[in-house]
């Protein structure tokens, strides 16, 4: 369990950027962080693996705090991030070498570490990019090969902070259901994003603004709350928008996530 009580992050210039933040978060769930720009997400979830330490108030990965220095290997080998910028994380001067470089430092035999790189690899369907350069790649691949650098370490928990906002529409739909797979594999996943069109799956949506937690629940509750697009500087896809006007209307019962959901409904309600 990643357990956040209390968090507040202050930058050295005075910004308040996370504000009395409460959050659990179980193994093997899928958990979309929405919020505006600047809403205190990439401060979040950089405190789940000590990346950032907390002003006051703690985080605590499978019981250890992040604040104890003698804890870290353990906490970062538990909660992998993968970042916006793929390009900012890679290390290696081939796919293969950059797949290599963490699990070398974690001391894995030469002949185990080949057969974890292998598979990372071929889970995100890069077998055949093993010598090149991660910068040769495309967008979208290159996101890929920073996926795998993470999965490669076998942790129980990946933050994915906005790593689709970069691609165009296939790529980004087809990385966010590799995501998923990650997930029904047993990854817990904590995605974030400012799309909330990507959130119709998970098992919790939460919506930050101004550095707190101001809504977390289920995506369909979620969507129904009335202060959320109002409030809060997002966007409702046109499928949920439409199906809460019908939901107000009285013509449907519940909001559909889906065009089938919706279908669904609405020859329910004839
Ligand atoms: N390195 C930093 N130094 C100072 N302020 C920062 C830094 N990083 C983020 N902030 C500020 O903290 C707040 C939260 O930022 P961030 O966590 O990046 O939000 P989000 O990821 O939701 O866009 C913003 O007001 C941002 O300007
Ligand atoms: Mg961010």
């Given at each position: 369990?990643i357990?956040?009580?209390?968090?507040?992050?202050?930058?050295?210039?005075?910004?308040?950027?996370?504000?009395?933040?409460?959050?659990?978060?179980?193994?093997?769930?899928?958990?979309?962080?929405?919020?505006?720009?600047?809403?205190?997400?990439?401060?979040?979830?950089?405190?789940?693996?000590?990346?950032?330490?907390?002003?006051?108030?703690?985080?605590?990965?499978?019981?250890?705090?992040?604040?104890?220095?003698?804890?870290?290997?353990?906490?970062?080998?538990?909660?992998?991030?993968?970042?916006?910028?793929?390009?900012?994380?890679?290390?290696?001067?081939?796919?293969?070498?950059?797949?290599?470089?963490?699990?070398?430092?974690?001391?894995?035999?030469?002949?185990?570490?080949?057969?974890?790189?292998?598979?990372?690899?071929s889970?995100?369907?890069?077998?055949?990019?093993?010598?090149?350069?991660?910068?040769?790649?495309?967008?979208?691949?290159?996101?890929k090969?920073?996926?795998?650098?993470?999965?490669?370490m076998?942790?129980?928990?990946?933050?994915?902070?906005e790593?689709t906002?970069?691609?165009?529409?296939?790529?980004?739909?087809?990385?966010?259901?590799?995501?998923?797979?990650?997930?029904?594999?047993?990854?817990?996943?904590?995605?974030?994003?400012?799309?909330?069109?990507?959130?119709?799956?998970?098992d919790?949506?939460?919506?930050?603004?101004?550095?707190?937690?101001?809504?977390?629940?289920?995506?369909?509750?979620?969507?129904?709350?009335?202060?959320l697009?109002?409030?809060?500087?997002?966007?409702?896809?046109?499928?949920?928008?439409?199906?809460?006007?019908?939901?107000?209307?009285?013509?449907?019962?519940?909001?559909?996530?889906?065009?089938?959901?919706?279908?669904?409904?609405?020859?329910?309600?004839?």
């Open positions: 369990m357990e956040i009580t209390k968090l507040n992050h202050t930058y050295p210039d005075g910004k308040l950027a996370l504000d009395s933040v409460d959050l659990c978060i179980e193994k093997g769930e899928f958990i979309v962080i929405a919020g505006n720009n600047g809403s205190g997400k990439s401060t979040l979830v950089r405190h789940m693996n000590a990346l950032l330490l907390p002003g006051s108030g703690s985080v605590k990965v499978n019981g250890l705090l992040t604040s104890e220095k003698s804890d870290l290997p353990q906490i970062r080998r538990t909660v992998g991030l993968v970042f916006q910028d793929p390009d900012s994380q890679f290390v290696g001067m081939t796919v293969e070498e950059d797949l290599a470089f963490g699990l070398e430092n974690t001391g894995v035999p030469p002949e185990k570490m080949r057969r974890l790189v292998d598979k990372a690899l889970s995100m369907g890069l077998s055949g990019h093993k010598k090149s350069s991660p910068r040769s790649l495309s967008g979208g691949q290159r996101q090969v920073a996926i795998a650098g993470v999965i490669v076998g942790p129980e928990y990946m933050v994915f902070d790593v906002s970069m691609l165009d529409l296939p790529s980004r739909q087809a990385l966010l259901e590799i995501i998923k797979d990650i997930n029904k594999k047993g990854t817990a996943v904590i995605y974030v994003t400012h799309r909330l069109d990507e959130a119709v799956d998970a919790r949506l939460i919506i930050m603004d101004s550095g707190r937690i101001v809504i977390d629940g289920k995506p369909a509750e979620v969507f129904m709350r009335p202060d697009v109002r409030g809060y500087g997002l966007e409702l896809p046109p499928l949920i928008e439409l199906s809460r006007r019908l939901s107000d209307a009285g013509i449907i019962s519940r909001i559909a996530l889906s065009g089938d959901e919706l279908v669904e409904e609405l020859c329910l309600s004839m």
